[in-house]
């Protein structure tokens, strides 16, 4: 082992094999995703805070998604860009920079699912107790809830990563488009057996808890909409749910196949592309997914839409 690689706070980042001619490609679609990103999250947010009559708990809820799907993204993405201009040797990054990198991609796939968690609750109270939504959903639920998810997620990463940081490093190469627990506790040379154990139960556990929240409370829902004879009810709990469950289903399948190309080494490159889109595909489709389902925002888009055109130049001429 060589002294200068001992504890070395500059590391090296690997990143994606790009090509003279395929980079620039590569970097123009990454930008432009990232830009969409911001503008539909950024947009969706601003647009249910200034609003009235879009303070509600379901869309104050996913004002809590979009939130972390910029924060998640901004702490990467310009990063990976910045990567793919320079040639591997000079893809050099301090270890308390990736530090703040593996925090962030950590926090914002743990938070994915403790946001979606609490969403799914809020649509059981809204479908199987409507009578009783106003009292139970109140602000102050709402910040509980919000606070829980966040504070849970926050916990959970801090402990992961405090395991990681009580190891010596011997290695510089960080062998992903960006940092990620896995990546660091894979330059030391200790044992990483705890790390192994907590990163399992940290995944199983959530996963676990994640999926079994939703399964529940879907059934419930389900079977709630099976007794009602209620349209109204049955068409309200399709359309709110149906959007919900597609959120949920975007993010598991882009972390599930993330998780999976981990155990195939001979796929590396196949998995540093996977652990962008992990981060890019949720951002980018939740907003959309949402704004096309929500009856309300849609229409109030259209209405602010409508009232630009009558202001703009040429209506005048």
């Not at 301090?94 to 809020?122: K, P, R």
């Not at 102050?140 to 829980?148: A, D, I």
């Not at 972390?255 to 890019?280: D, Q």
Request: charged share 15%; aromatic share 10%.
């Amino acid at each position: 082992m060589e002294n200068y690689t001992y504890n070395s706070l500059t590391l090296q980042l690997e990143g994606l094999k790009v090509t003279k001619t395929n980079k620039f490609p590569i970097f123009v679609f990454l930008l432009l995703i990232y830009v969409f990103i911001l503008i539909a999250n950024v947009g969706v947010v601003v647009l249910i805070w200034t609003e009235r009559s879009l303070h509600q708990p379901m869309y104050l809820l996913f004002c809590s998604l979009s939130i972390n799907d910029v924060m998640g993204n901004s702490l990467l993405v310009p990063r990976v860009l910045a990567d793919i201009l320079v040639p591997p040797s000079k893809r050099l990054i301090h270890y308390y920079e990736c530090l703040m990198q593996a925090f962030t991609t950590h926090m914002f796939g743990t938070n994915a699912h403790t946001v979606l968690m609490i969403m799914a609750f809020d649509r059981y109270v809204a479908i199987c107790n409507p009578l009783r939504y106003a009292t139970i959903m109140t602000d102050k639920m709402v910040m509980k809830l919000t606070v829980s998810a966040w504070g849970v997620a926050f916990v959970l990463v801090a402990v992961l990563l405090s395991l990681t940081i009580r190891l010596n490093r011997c290695r510089t190469l960080i062998t992903n488009p960006y940092c990620d627990n896995a990546s660091l506790f894979k330059l030391s040379c200790e044992n990483v057996f705890i790390n192994n154990i907590y990163g399992l139960t940290f995944t199983v556990v959530l996963l676990s808890s994640s999926i079994g929240s939703i399964i529940l409370t879907y059934s419930k829902i389900t079977a709630a909409c099976l007794t009602s004879k209620s349209k109204s009810l049955n068409s309200k709990a399709l359309k709110t749910c149906s959007t919900h469950l597609c959120l949920y289903l975007i993010m598991l399948a882009s972390g599930s196949i993330l998780i999976t190309l981990h155990r195939f080494p001979e796929y590396a490159e196949y998995r540093k592309i996977s652990a962008i889109l992990f981060n890019v595909v949720p951002g980018s489709l939740n907003p959309v997914i949402y704004g096309l389902q929500s009856q309300e925002i849609h229409k109030l888009k259209a209405s602010i839409m409508r009232r630009l055109y009558k202001v703009l130049p040429w209506r005048q001429r």
